[in-house]
């Protein structure tokens, strides 16, 4: 399909899924709410959207809006979609900060334990004693009963009106930069100011992720918009490629989470 050319081989699967969800809404038009997304996963439905004959709308929603993972809804344009449509959960819990360390590494591996999928939960927030997860809300309830404890902590999950929800800041510090090709050793070797070998050795050993899915080849190539994570170095992304250099390099736009 003429469609696939605009996207990466390994997005294919995907892209089925969504065109499917488009076209159950166009067949029956009726609302489709899927599980949470990533934002490029969201961007994918968004660019699909943008190309069905049909008269269907995008509504995402996550939680607040700096919220990365979000529900998506696919609608008839008449179809009134308000917050309450997205189905989710805010669940709080507190621990005691003084006496135990916990990251949002630990409440995800402490969540997945459950035997849960991670499309079904979205933002996670941790600090100051206090951990709250958005989650799908069809599967709220069997993770207050059964997400108990974390690191050995006991915790009691309940839930929150998102009035209470904590606010997550994020800021990205900007910079142009110039690597020698847009393969993913190379980019993370500039952004991260690391040696070739070290990138290639990380990337090797499943420590980089571009847009949330682990990569393991050295020689994958980026496109404007890739969100890249280094575990150990935190994330940044591949804003804008801006053209070539006289001496044939890559001219870059990048943003480094702070």
Do not use: C
Request: charged fraction near 30%; proline fraction near 2%; avoid cysteine.
């Amino acid at each position: 399909m003429e469609i696939y050319q605009h996207f990466r081989a390994e997005e294919q699967p995907f892209i089925d899924k969504v065109l499917s969800w488009i076209e159950q809404v166009e067949r029956s038009y009726q609302v489709k709410l899927t599980d949470f997304l990533d934002p490029r996963e969201q961007q994918i439905v968004d660019m699909l959207i943008g190309t069905s004959s049909g008269d269907i709308t995008m509504y995402k929603h996550g939680g607040n809006e700096a919220a990365e993972r979000k529900r998506v809804i696919l609608a008839p344009m008449y179809e009134i979609v308000d917050d309450t449509s997205f189905q989710l959960t805010l669940l709080q819990a507190s621990y005691h900060e003084k006496f135990v360390s916990v990251t949002h590494r630990d409440v995800m591996g402490a969540f997945l334990s459950q035997g849960v999928k991670r499309q079904k939960l979205g933002e996670i927030m941790v600090g100051e004693g206090t951990i709250q997860i958005v989650a799908a809300a069809e599967i709220a309830p069997y993770i207050i009963t059964n997400l108990t404890s974390i690191k050995k902590t006991k915790i009691r999950l309940e839930e929150k009106p998102f009035t209470e929800q904590i606010s997550k800041q994020s800021a990205w510090k900007t910079s142009d930069k110039t690597v020698s090709s847009l393969r993913l050793d190379a980019v993370i070797k500039v952004i991260y100011n690391i040696s070739r070998k070290d990138a290639v050795e990380m990337i090797e050993k499943q420590m980089v992720k571009v847009n949330f899915k682990i990569v393991d080849d050295p020689k994958f190539t980026l496109e404007e918009g890739d969100l890249l994570s280094l575990r150990g170095k935190g994330r940044s992304r591949l804003n804008h490629i801006n053209g070539r250099t006289k001496k044939d390099n890559w001219k870059i736009s990048i943003a480094v989470l702070q």
